[in-house]
């Protein structure tokens, strides 16, 4: 290896080999929920990561974990994971992060004689700009490797929405940067060799159907020399040293109230910030309104009306709706290009300027909103973000979400019915932000918003364009819109009325 390489390493690298045949590898957090022996914790409802400036608050708390082969790293990884219970924990494993072989380095495995225990076997390059996106709030893709073929599978995974991160593999503690500045916190874990060669006896007998002489062979020839000089000596890099692994649950239990005190240090009330915010401040220029004719007043004047039927209510919405997304589209950039006529004659026309158009729907309330978008706009990709509000707090939490992939490339029509604190909008367009969708490709449209809302996502994100079919003054103090529409996916679905206190955009998810 070269000298870059080895000054990036602690301890200094040696040599040694270690040849593993192993299933395919995926990051351990994915499904997003969690079963463990007594219960399934589902890795939902996230509270705003962000301030009222759209900014993130606090990085994500990360946590490394490290130690040999066997030695429970994935068990205290989930134990801990458990006794925290809170939502959105990425589990990140090194496993993911084995570097492409050459053709040489394919054979030398293919015949288990390149050495995957060692330090340079590693990406650490991507797996430090991994954890520094995670860190960021951002969303990240992480590859999939294959141990059976020693390679990366086609398709990486898409990860998101950490608020604790715990990283884990073999040689956790191998490189100064993860050390020094991505994971402040590491935990080794101190488990006996002699219950690890038994622990990985029981695995490669009973999962790969190896022989007890050989398992004997290979933890005698590779693994443990590996362990001996690469893990070993940087255990005495780690905050604290678990004795026992997971067997310690005295050690787990205060490393748990350590992370719960961080967690708690980082909680922001963004909606209550929002609601005193942009008094009296003129409405921003990204707002455009569409302009209000008899015919456009009139259709607001029957799906405010609370005698109009369902029938009615549902009819003029969507004629509403379909004129709010023609109106929307006339914002997108447009070129000059030239077509020829039937007739054999050239047309200066304008075509779109743009990769691709997505439409992502707030649940429930957005989806309504679908069909227009699809009317007018031919082979549109559609996402969900589904948010709703926590009873007790009052703010927005993300509970789903689900983004056509390379969604960075277009331009996004976001897609909500009524905003009112503009909470809810603030987090999805977030969302959109860390999946490094532009701002100013992203355009926010409603058909009925609150002036509050309006300032609140003007003033975070300066450069989202809202496009709207009207603007009412004012929210009273549950937070509703005034004079308003009354809860739109309740009239529209035809469901049972929301709970006192509730918002519309943000429990509308709910259908």
Partial sequence: SSAEALDRLLPPVGTGRSPRKRTTSQCKSEPPLLRTSKRTIYTAGRPPWYNEHGTQSKEAFAIGLGGGSASGKTTVARMIIEALDVPWVVLLSMDSFYKVLTQQQQEQAALHNYNFDHPDAFDFDLIV???????????????????????????WKTLYGANVIIFEGIMAFADKTLLETEVPHFLGLGTSSGLRLVRRLRRDISERGRDIAGVIKQYNKFVKPAFDQ???????????????????????????????????????????????????HPLPRTLSVLKSTPQVRGMHTI????????????FYSK???RLLIEHALSFLPFQDCVVQTPQGQDYAGKCYAGKQITGVSILRAGETMEPALRAVCKDVRIGTILIQTNQLTGEPELHYLRLPKDISDDHVILMDCTVSTGAAAMMAVRVLLDHDVPEDKIFLL???????????????FPRVRIITTAVDKRVNDLFRIIPGIGNFGDRYFGTDAVPEGSDEEEVASMG
Wanted: charged share 25%; glycine share 4%.
């Fill in 129 to 155: 700009s991994t954890l520094q996106k995670l860190k960021q709030g951002k969303s990240v893709k992480v590859p999939v490797y294959d141990f059976t073929t020693h390679s990366r599978k086609k398709d």
């Fill in 230 to 280: 690469y893990i070993q000596p940087t255990m005495r890099l780690a905050d604290i040293v678990v004795p026992r692994g997971s067997g310690n649950t005295v050690a787990i239990d205060l490393i748990v109230q350590h992370v719960h005190s961080q967690l708690e240090e980082s909680v922001c009330v963004p909606r209550a910030a929002l609601a005193s915010a942009h008094q009296c």
């Fill in 303 to 314: 799906i405010r009306d609370k005698e109009t039927s369902r029938d009615e209510f549902i």
């Fill in 319 to 321: 004629r509403l709706m």
């Fill in 446 to 460: 409603s058909l009925l918003m609150a002036e509050m809302g309006v300032h609140s996502v003007a003033y975070a």
